[in-house]
């Protein structure tokens, strides 16, 4: 059975650098199956809203990250962090606490920036904060993509490094690898 993988950018801007590097991952794979999981519609997280029952927003969310095998992530890095969005989405994911979705999900990073340090920060947070969820996050293997306009065609909104084009396609393997061995939590 092909896996199917969710896909969460990081990165709600239209043109963004990190989502075209995430369609890459789509264009390249004959072996997986992708679904966009988007953030942009979510409120930001209140405890308040949990009570009387969840939105319709925040199960659909939920549900659509329950109903695939792995979520790779790719983000960008603000300020040398996760990107505001991008924790608030995870917050909910992981509420209310009993029904956490990313508990026990195999994640894969990838960070893509214009700048030369490929975001290592924000996955560094990203890896920390999904580890408190209780997400298995591929271990020891890492994408930081740096300078990242020079990799792209920006009007054609596609990846045309090479190098770049081969790492993904390793790294997406191995991610397959890792959710068909990822440990299960009792
Ligand atoms: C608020 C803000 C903070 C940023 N901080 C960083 C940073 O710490 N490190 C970095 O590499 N790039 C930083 N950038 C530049 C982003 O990498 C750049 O805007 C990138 O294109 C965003 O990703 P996107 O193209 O997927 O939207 C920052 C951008 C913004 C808007």
Redesign the pocket.
Known sequence: MPKTIGLICG?L?E?????IIAQSLIDMSNTAQFRWIEINDLPLFNEDLEIGGALKTITSFKSAIQGVDGIIIVS?????GIPGALKNALDWASRPRESSVLSGKPVGLIG????G?G?V?AQMQIRQILEAMQAHVLPFQKVLISQVHEKIDSDQKVLTDEKTKQYLQRYLQQFIHWIDHTPVLD
Do not use: Q
């Not at 960008?76 to 040398?80: L, Q, R, T, V, W």
């Not at 893509?112 to 700048?115: D, Q």
């Open positions: 990165s801007r043109n963004s650098y990190n989502r960008p890095e603000y300020n040398s893509a920036t214009p700048g340090l975001t920060f």
